[in-house]
């Protein structure tokens, strides 16, 4: 019998109203078939030995009691969750960045990282948007969505966007900070190709519907006379 | 300057606030200097104040209040959704509404529509210039 099969338990005792049951205790208890398990076993509720506890190890008096008394910290029973993705934003939504060197930019949606960001690409050949990581709260999801079912976005992950771990040198200045500077500048070509496979199922789809293109190349902007919270976005 | 608008049974008019804003009623009784008995086919029929309601020109034929059937019987006949949304002032709200539930991206199009619109006038403008050379 697979445990996904049990049907919901009903409860016994309905309540006729909050603290009063249907049934009293002693046809509870005729109706929790205790009588039958006396009877099993010979007139006597079925009983197991205690389970021998372990003898603890003797403890030490502590060597040190501190002077005031210590306060415990309050139990904190909360557990971090992933953040809640807007049900506006779904894979392959267009949306307005709102902050940042990218500002004003439409951008389209890949997916959620687990540490909430979302993962979002420009394309880079329309807009000039790399693959990047953005804060929903800076976000403005519009209700423009893009086919996304060409492209594979399973290998990106927080990871890979996290800064480059340098191996520690020795200290010296001169030579040390003109080489340094040589190899923070250049994108690693891996990261390029990544981008490339990306963005070419995505410019496929986005060049299917007209003027999207334009679109996805233009920025946002408020103009006079629009009011954002009468906007559809 | 008389009045062309009068208040009477069967006379059609738009909901200007509440709940109902933006409805078409039909007045189907009066009930007091203030307060006019209002119907419609996708509502119970119930009072309203006159200054909740902005007369129209349309006015159907039907008895004090009547059944709901033969209210929207008496709708279909003089074919009132025809005519509102004809007249001016129908096909002006239903621009706005169409203007306020506009996309981010339908809101684009229409700025390069316009552009593209206002191109075509100025190129037909200066061809017109040239030739009178005034």
């Given amino acids: ?233 | 300057m008389p009045f062309k608008r009068y208040v009477e049974i069967g006379r059609v008019a738009l909901v200007n606030y509440g709940k109902d804003y933006g409805k078409l009623v039909v007045i189907v009784d009066v009930i007091d200097q203030n307060r006019a008995l209002v119907d419609a086919p996708d509502m119970v029929r119930g009072q309203m104040n006159f200054k909740r309601l902005t007369l129209t020109d349309i006015k159907i034929d039907i008895k004090r209040v009547p059944n709901k059937k033969t209210l929207v019987a008496a709708l279909e006949a003089a074919d009132v959704k025809n005519k509102w949304e004809s007249s001016s002032w129908g096909r002006k709200l239903i621009v706005q509404k169409k203007r306020a539930s506009l996309n981010d991206f339908d809101r684009f199009k229409i700025m390069l529509a316009k552009i593209k619109k206002a191109g075509v006038v100025r190129q037909e403008l200066s061809k017109l210039k040239k030739e009178t050379t005034c």
Wanted: with cysteine.
């Fill in chain 1, 1 to 233: 019998m697979a445990p996904q099969q049990r049907k919901p338990h009903v409860c016994r005792n309905p309540d006729l109203i909050r603290g009063v049951g249907k049934y009293s205790r002693s046809k509870m208890y005729h109706k929790r078939g205790l009588w039958a398990i006396k009877a099993k076993n010979g007139g006597a509720f079925p009983k197991h030995e205690k389970q021998a506890v372990a003898a603890a190890p003797a403890e030490k008096p502590p060597k040190f009691y501190p002077a005031d008394d210590v306060k415990k910290p309050l139990v904190n029973k909360r557990k971090a969750r992933p953040t809640k993705l807007r049900a506006s934003i779904t894979p392959g939504t267009v949306l307005i960045i709102l902050a940042g060197r990218f500002k004003g930019k439409r951008v389209v949606f890949l997916k959620q990282l687990t540490s909430g960001l979302l993962l979002v690409t420009g394309p880079f050949k329309i807009n000039g948007v790399p693959l990047r990581r953005v804060n929903q709260s800076y976000v403005i999801a519009t209700s423009t969505k893009v086919d996304i079912s060409g492209v594979n976005v399973e290998k990106f992950d927080d990871k890979y966007f996290g800064k480059k771990v340098e191996k520690k040198k020795k200290k010296g200045e001169g030579e040390f900070f003109e080489a340094e500077k040589e190899e923070k500048n250049t994108l690693p070509q891996d990261k390029k190709d990544d981008q490339k496979s990306v963005d070419a199922a995505l410019i496929q789809s986005i060049e299917a519907v007209p003027d999207l293109k334009s679109y996805l190349g233009a920025r946002f902007s408020l103009k006079a006379g629009m009011k954002p919270h009468e906007l559809v976005f």
